[in-house]
């Protein structure tokens, strides 16, 4: 008879917040920002907090000045990272479950590589608005998404874990397609390079993985704030973009199904 090995997780709610204050009872690294409860979430095997993927980006950035991105990830929930002009590397929370790796490291214009250890098909609308309105792309209508086949994870908690370990290998120079991480000593790892402020990289195998070819997606970008389609949105009956209604000032009436009012965009009226 076949047995079923049976996983219990804890899920730790990213959006409680943690009350500011001088209690050092609290801190397991105040510097950082990390708390006992953190600590517990490493130590535990639970999918990482948000402070814990911050702070490893943040020694990630005082190591590699000349990388854009590792901005904090709790940007993401009110589309406030900042627009990055050169080469970054940036991790995600996406689908209220999930982090992965985006890079433009090694990318042309208007294109980004995703690093996933889910190995997902696909990115959600939400997902594409953040990573849209990170590249700003103006002269292009469309943002291709390179997905890379990277190693995925061995349970169902170590995508916070993975996700550091692509980014700092990134940082480094490094391709994490062919690096076969060890993954039993990723969060103990992770554990001594937050102790010791300091992102060394990821235990690895001496052989190197050999990655597939990964797959190729796209989506279509517009408007004046360059981001995908969602929400309400109207074209120009000039030059035939399409708009967002919180973008635009137009006629209620426009906005009534099965109208024929020609509405003209700022630039073509």
Known sequence: ??????????IVDLTEVVADTDDPDIYWMKDLMLYKEDKKVLL???WLTESIITAGQILLRKENQNIGGLQPTILSENFQFSIQKEEFVQILYVNNSHWLTISSIGCPKGTINVYDSLSSNGLSTRTM???????FVTDQRKITINHIDVQTKS????????????????????DPSIISYISYQLRDHLYKCLENRKMLSFPRRSRQRTARSGHQTSFNIYCECR??????????????EWFHKKCVVAPNAVWKKGNTIQWFCKNCS
């Open 1 to 10: 008879m076949m047995s079923l090995n049976v996983y219990y997780i804890d």
């Open 44 to 46: 535990h095997g639970c």
């Open 129 to 135: 608005r953040v990573i849209a309105g990170i590249l």
């Open 155 to 174: 349970n169902f908690s170590d995508c916070g874990v993975f996700s550091l370990a692509f980014a700092t290998s990134l940082c480094q120079g490094e």
């Open 227 to 240: 981001l995908p389609q969602y929400g309400s949105m109207i074209t120009c009956e000039r030059c035939e």
